[in-house]
């Protein structure tokens, strides 16, 4: 069983790419923020009951001796965005808050920070259970 195929990194690998996505979208909100008649979008909640034990297509790379390692190289996830209604709307029709949406980008900034935090430790302890000596 390859590392990337326990339901914890496979969450933890999505919920990274959901930010990615994420951060996506919240940047082109605050290009599109003088844009006239321009909506907010918003990437759909992570939820990771819906992440966890996915099959993720990809390329499979084919073993040729028995030491080898496969690995795979999936796409990734594309997020869904949504237009989401704003309480403020400017007389052009644009709802974006600039303010607003830089507190969600730090947010998603955070919070990817704390995924990829928690991968590199269990990363970590999963060399520490397999080493040798010490």
Known sequence: MA???????QAL???MQWHQVRQGVLAENVANAD?????????????????????????????TKVGHISGSLSAPAAGEAEKRDMFEIT???NNVVLEEQMMKVTQNQMDYQAATTLYSRGLGLIRT???KGG
């Open 13 to 15: 690998k999505s919920k």
């Open 35 to 63: 844009t006239p008649s321009y909506r907010a979008r918003e990437v759909k909640q992570f939820d990771f009951a819906d992440h966890v034990g996915l099959a993720q297509a990809g390329l499979q790379t084919s073993v």
């Open 3 to 9: 590392i990337s195929d326990i339901p914890l990194f």
């Open 91 to 93: 007389p052009s029709g």
């Open 129 to 131: 259970a397999l080493s």
